[in-house]
């Protein structure tokens, strides 16, 4: 027993110094493919796994002698994947879990991803989020790796009628995702990615992950990672085929698309691309999920919030942002596919094609939308209405193929990078 310790002592050891030297500045490219030679070589002994549980175990210690925070991380990938293979045990890595330090935020991500590899494999993924023994924290990275673990590895029938699964979920989402951040914002997409739905979801947390978009006065991570779990928790229940309630019920999930067409310039400088890309998304989601109400709506008297989300929506299509526009036009193909059969447009043909020509030259221009002076026209969303000016609906599904590279009859093709 001892010579074995010594050995896993040593075995650690070089561990650490080969990773020095890989994360050392001004090393040369020889020395460098060496140490990562050498490393690798030293990962694939037989007892590199207990070696970097020692590793993990005394990282104040080492990191007091400046071992490099690589060596940790590469030491959490090692037992992550000795517990895949049943060489580590779930409790093991629940206690390295509780005692690592916030600074190693990426070796807590790979255990947790172990310890709920053991959790889903043992059918305890409620009974190891409600153990009770981890800070908040650390059960949010845990229960972000339950959901991730639970939707890639089982069938989504036999998730569907998994207990723990639900049980487990429904922990998460009641109490662990908030107050909303970001990291509860991903762990809500994690368990969306299980089957959770915005109708499913408890009311306060869609009311909270809508209220960090709105203003995004939590910063632009939070908001970012909020629209993204609103995003994934819309497309489960249109991937799920739930049964949409009246269209006042989803005001909530309108408003932000109502907003992004005259704040998407500013919100786009004031919180980077990335949040645009995820508004554009989520709007592409919302609309999708919606657009039989959607278009049910138009023209009717409590038609005003559709026709203002639809036409945030088509200002979108022109966007300067690739993913954004996309995003748009992917939404707009949807709702036109969900319009009613005998749904026909409420203007002229003439009168229409001429201002869809003017709009989407101006879109694509990254131009104001004309403001019609109050008209049907200028309140409804027009950089694609030429799929309303054919002489017969049944061409709708022809004026498709306009994004996919072939022009709809003389107007201008919105190109898709």
Request: net charge negative; hydrophobic share 50%.
């Amino acid at each position: 027993m001892a010579a074995s310790a010594e050995a896993i002592h040593a075995l650690a050891n070089e561990i650490c110094v080969a990773a020095s030297t890989l994360h050392g500045a001004g090393v040369d490219a020889a020395t460098l493919t060496a140490a990562n030679a050498r490393l690798v070589a030293l990962c694939q002994e037989p007892l590199a796994a207990a070696a970097c549980e020692c590793i993990l175990a005394n990282w104040e210690q080492l990191a007091a002698q400046r071992v490099p925070e690589g060596a940790f991380v590469l030491a959490a990938g090692v037992v992550e994947a000795a517990c895949r293979r049943g060489a580590v045990s779930g409790d093991a890595l629940f206690r390295l879990i509780e005692a690592l330090p916030d600074g190693l935020h990426a070796c807590v991500d790979k255990l947790c991803a172990g310890a709920a590899f053991c959790a889903v494999a043992a059918g305890q993924e409620h009974a190891a989020l409600a153990a009770g023994t981890l800070p908040r924290d650390r059960l949010l990275l845990l229960s972000t790796a339950l959901g991730e673990e639970l939707g890639s590895t089982v069938h989504p029938i036999a998730l569907a009628a998994r207990d723990t699964a639900a049980a487990a979920s429904r922990l998460s989402l009641e109490t662990l995702c908030l107050p909303v951040s970001a990291a509860s914002a991903r762990c809500a997409s994690a368990w969306a990615g299980c089957g959770a739905t915005v109708h499913s979801a408890p009311g306060s947390l869609v009311a909270a992950l809508a209220a960090a978009v709105d203003g995004a006065a939590g910063g632009a991570d939070v908001a970012t990672a909020s629209l993204l779990a609103l995003r994934d928790l819309v497309t489960a229940a249109a991937d799920r085929g739930d049964d949409v309630g009246p269209l006042g019920a989803y005001e909530l999930l309108l408003r932000p698309v109502v907003a992004a067409a005259a704040s998407m310039p500013r919100l786009h400088d004031a919180l980077g691309v990335e949040f645009a890309n995820a508004l554009g998304a989520y709007a592409a989601s919302v609309v999708e999920l919606l657009a039989p109400r959607l278009a049910a709506a138009l023209g009717a008297p409590e038609g005003a919030l559709a026709e203002a989300a639809l036409s945030a929506l088509g200002a979108n299509c022109g966007h300067e942002l690739p993913n954004v526009a996309a995003a748009a036009t992917d939404a707009w193909v949807k709702f036109y596919g969900a319009l009613p059969a005998g749904f026909a447009p409420p203007w002229r043909r003439a009168y229409a094609t001429h201002v869809v020509r003017l709009v989407a030259h101006r879109a694509g221009k990254g131009c104001e939308i004309p403001n019609f002076k109050g008209s049907y026209l200028g309140r409804f969303p027009l950089v694609l209405a030429d799929f309303w000016t054919s002489d017969h609906l049944s061409e709708r599904s022809r004026s498709v193929d306009a994004f996919s590279g072939t022009r709809a009859r003389g107007t201008l093709m919105l190109k898709r990078t």
